[in-house]
């Protein structure tokens, strides 16, 4: 064959069109989990349907270990495309799921009052459905009676909707339509039902035994048949001296006529084949109570909760604490900051000799004896000095939140001496040496005062 030309190839690469967007950077991704310690095995159980329900825009094989904290899942949410994060708690009051949208919030957490398994639910039905293939695409999203309105439950919508792809019906293929996931708000005591469910689809007009070659394509055997004709003659002449013949229309028992999708013959053309319709549950069913409403991350003003009212000046005293403790808590940090500078300062100007003490230091280290070297061990002193006061000022500030928020947890009361002495404990920082000619050098005068 013919060389192309090196000017026609040149200009064939500069001709090429530009790629368009990525359309799955639009796509909503979620990290689905139950953090170890805080979950049962049945939790764990639902937690790992739900996961399935959400394929494959999610996580399968996430693994969460009892050190992870959600600033952890907030770091690795942006290089991956992660847009909404649900965790699964219990606690002794009940089990909880937890929904953020991420980086900025808000937060729903839901109570869960019943639920059932994926298991549970196969072992009551006679023909379980239950296809791997179905996963491949995200199920269809369908919300009943979210029509009032209330914040919280146009949030809870809007939460919801997103959390799925949108369906985009100029280029939705129906093969693709596997499943589907209700949720459907009980407007009487504000619950909601979430069920899943595989959409199964038949057509309509042939026989049974037709349909079963068209479905089981791979599975029929036909080596033993001159043609397909002679397998649909035998099963049509097997059912009707059984006395099982199908019906006229071909249609089945478990399909009824208001299962049908509407037909629409072009006229003078060929009908358009009738497809019959069915749902058959996969799993997991659960009843979810919306219980609050948190503006933020996982943290923030909460917009809503089922159980606690406040008024308007509380409400309003409530934020002024908030930005009180949120300015309090950045006078701290930068004090740290100011401490960490001044720190590495002083350890700069110490390791930085000048004119006639640099030249002296050497004599001086030589005239301390041979025991150990003085000024290595009082730099490593200074150091030890500086870390214990940074410690502190960490275990103090760390020990005031825990004092502020123990306050708040329980209405304003006074933590005792013994949640004190915990707090402590739990908060304790422990600056230990790295060199043993610095522990030495450090009891040293303790020992000379004893021989005293």
Same mark, same amino acid.
């Given at each position: 064959s013919p060389k192309m030309p090196k000017g026609d190839k040149k200009k064939q690469e500069q001709e090429q069109p530009v790629a368009p967007e990525n359309p799955e950077e639009k796509v909503p991704k979620s990290f689905v989990f139950a953090k170890p310690g805080k979950a049962g095995h049945d939790v764990t159980s639902l937690m790992l349907d739900f996961r399935r329900v959400m394929l494959p825009n999610t996580a399968p094989n996430l693994q969460v270990t009892k050190r992870n904290v959600l600033k952890d899942f907030l770091q690795v949410a942006g290089p991956l495309g992660v847009t909404h994060l649900l965790s699964f708690t219990s606690t002794v009051k009940? @089990?909880?799921?937890?929904?953020?949208?991420?980086?900025?919030?808000?937060?729903?957490? &839901?109570?869960?009052?019943?639920?059932?398994?994926?298991?549970? !639910?196969?072992?009551?039905?006679?023909?379980?459905?239950?296809?791997?293939?179905? *996963?491949?695409?995200? +199920? !269809?999203?369908?919300?009943?009676? *979210?029509?009032?309105?209330?914040?919280?439950?146009? !949030?809870?919508?809007?939460?919801?909707?997103?959390? &799925?792809?949108?369906?985009? @019906?100029?280029?939705?293929?129906?093969?693709?339509?596997?499943?589907?996931?209700?949720?459907?708000?009980?407007?009487?005591?504000?619950? @909601?039902?979430?069920?899943?469910?595989? @959409?199964?689809?038949?057509?309509?007009?042939?026989?049974k035994p037709l349909r079963e070659v068209l479905e089981k394509a791979g599975e029929v055997d036909l080596s033993q048949y001159r043609d397909a004709s002679e397998y649909i003659l035998q099963q049509l002449n097997g059912a009707a001296a059984d006395g099982t013949a199908p019906p006229a229309d071909g249609a089945d028992a478990d399909f009824a006529e208001d299962d049908l999708l509407p037909t629409d013959p072009a006229a003078g053309g +060929?009908?358009?084949?009738?497809?019959?319709?069915?749902?058959?549950?996969?799993?997991?069913?659960?009843?979810?109570?919306?219980?609050?409403?948190?503006?933020?991350? &996982?943290?923030?003003?909460?917009?809503?909760?089922?159980?606690?009212?406040?008024?308007?000046?509380?409400?309003?005293?409530?934020r002024r604490t908030v930005q009180q403790r949120q300015k309090e808590r950045e006078a701290r940090r930068k004090q740290q900051e100011e401490n960490v500078r001044k720190k590495e300062e002083s350890r700069k100007a110490r390791k930085a000799p000048s004119g006639a003490e640099g030249e002296a230091a050497p004599a001086?280290?030589? %005239?301390?004896?041979?025991?150990?070297?003085?000024?290595? %061990?009082?730099?490593?002193?200074?150091? !030890?000095?500086?870390?214990?006061?940074?410690?502190?000022?960490?275990?103090?500030?760390?020990?005031?939140?825990?004092?502020?928020?123990?306050?708040?947890?329980?209405?304003?009361?006074?933590?005792?001496?013994?949640?004190?002495?915990?707090?402590?404990?739990?908060?304790?920082?422990?600056?230990?040496?790295?060199?043993?000619?610095?522990?030495?050098?450090?009891? %040293?005068?303790?020992?000379?005062?004893?021989?005293?």
């Open positions: 009940g @089990i909880y799921l937890r929904m953020a949208r991420m980086p900025r919030g808000p937060t729903l957490t &839901f109570r869960i009052d019943q639920y059932s398994l994926m298991k549970d !639910l196969a072992n009551t039905q006679l023909n379980p459905a239950f296809v791997k293939k179905d *996963f491949e695409v995200a +199920p !269809l999203v369908v919300l009943n009676n *979210f029509t009032q309105d209330v914040p919280q439950v146009k !949030l809870t919508k809007s939460m919801f909707q997103h959390l &799925f792809p949108a369906l985009n @019906i100029e280029t939705a293929k129906t093969e693709d339509c596997k499943r589907v996931a209700l949720l459907s708000r009980n407007s009487a005591d504000d619950s @909601i039902e979430f069920r899943h469910f595989h @959409i199964k689809t038949r057509p309509v007009g042939i026989t +060929p009908k358009k084949p009738k497809t019959a319709v069915s749902l058959v549950e996969l799993g997991p069913r659960i009843r979810l109570q919306l219980i609050k409403v948190e503006e933020g991350y &996982f943290t923030g003003e909460v917009l809503y909760h089922r159980f606690v009212h406040k008024t308007a000046d509380e409400i309003a005293e409530l001086a280290e030589g %005239a301390e004896g041979e025991d150990g070297k003085g000024g290595e %061990a009082a730099e490593d002193l200074a150091d !030890l000095d500086a870390d214990l006061e940074d410690a502190d000022q960490v275990t103090g500030d760390t020990l005031d939140e825990d004092v502020q928020w123990y306050r708040d947890e329980t209405g304003g009361l006074e933590p005792t001496e013994r949640d004190l002495t915990a707090m402590a404990k739990s908060h304790k920082v422990e600056v230990k040496p790295t060199d043993g000619e610095a522990t030495a050098t450090a009891t %040293a005068p303790a020992q000379e005062a004893e021989k005293k």
